[in-house]
T-cell receptor
C-alpha cells in the first residue's frame, strides 16, 4: 500500500535553515507536495515537485527529490517565527479508492525559537 | 476569487446523533474532496465528488456519506456519531478530478467534537 513517513518534530533557531524530511512508498507518484498548517487553520499548499525533477526552488523554499530512495525534503532558508507550523508531505494516490487523491504524512511540527 | 468555505466552523454533538457538514468550493471548481484529521491517524481521505457523483472513497464505515449538488457545493453526513469521530474535517476543491496535476485548495475545516 501507499504510505508517507515524516519525523514528528523539528526545532530550529530564527535565522537558521530548517530541513524537513519525508519518505514515500509509491514509486509511481507523479506529484509530491508540501502543505503548511497553522494553528486552527486548514492546509495551505506551499510547493510541489513533479517526479521527473530533482530540485525546485521557490524563494526561501527548496524541495529536493531523490526518486531512487523515495526521499523528499523541504528546506526553508532563514527560518522566521512565522514559519512555526505543521508541515505535511503528500503524494497523490494511484491505487484503489484513493486514486488521484492525496496521501499525507503525519506532519512535522516546526518550532522556531527567537 | 473567494476561497473554499466550510460551515459550521465548530460543532458539538453527543454520541448517537448525526451531523451534516457543508463545503462550498472555489467558483468554477467541480471536484470536492473530504478529509478527516485526527491527532492519532493524521489526515485521511474520506471521499471525492465530481459532477455530483462519488468518484473515490476512502476506508471509512458506511456511517460516513456525502453528496454534491449541481452548483458543486458538497455536504458530508455522519450518522450515529461515536467519540472517535471527533476530528477536524477538511474539504478541498479542485478544478477537475484526476489528471496529471490537479491542485487541491483546502478550506479552514469544521471542528467536530462528540461528547
Amino acid at each position: 500500500g501507499e504510505d508517507v513517513e515524516q519525523s514528528l518534530f523539528l526545532s530550529v533557531r530564527e535565522g537558521d535553515s530548517s530541513v524537513i524530511n519525508c519518505t514515500y512508498t509509491d514509486s509511481s507518484s507523479t506529484y509530491l507536495y508540501w502543505y503548511k498548517q497553522e494553528p486552527g487553520a486548514g492546509l495551505q499548499l506551499l510547493t510541489y515537485i513533479f517526479s521527473n525533477m530533482d530540485m525546485k526552488q521557490d524563494q526561501r523554499l527548496t524541495v529536493l527529490l531523490n526518486k531512487k530512495d523515495k526521499h523528499l525534503s523541504l528546506r526553508i532558508a532563514d527560518t522566521q517565527t512565522g514559519d512555526s507550523a505543521i508541515y505535511f508531505c503528500a503524494e497523490r494516490g494511484n491505487y484503489g479508492g484513493s486514486q488521484g487523491n492525496l496521501i499525507f504524512g503525519k506532519g512535522t511540527k516546526l518550532s522556531v525559537k527567537p | 476569487k473567494a476561497g473554499v468555505t466550510q460551515t459550521p466552523r465548530y460543532l458539538i454533538k453527543t454520541r448517537g446523533q448525526q451531523v451534516t457538514l457543508s463545503c462550498s468550493p472555489i467558483s468554477g471548481h467541480r471536484s470536492v474532496s473530504w478529509y478527516q484529521q485526527t491527532p492519532g491517524q493524521g489526515l485521511q481521505f474520506l471521499f471525492e465528488y465530481f459532477s455530483e457523483t462519488q468518484r473515490n472513497k476512502g476506508n471509512f464505515p458506511g456511517r460516513f456519506s456525502g453528496r454534491q449538488f449541481s452548483n458543486s457545493r458538497s455536504e458530508m453526513n455522519v450518522s450515529t456519531l461515536e467519540l472517535g469521530d471527533s476530528a477536524l474535517y477538511l474539504c478541498a476543491s479542485a478544478p477537475t478530478s484526476g489528471g496529471l496535476y490537479n491542485e487541491q485548495f483546502f478550506g479552514p475545516g469544521t471542528r467536530l467534537t462528540v461528547l
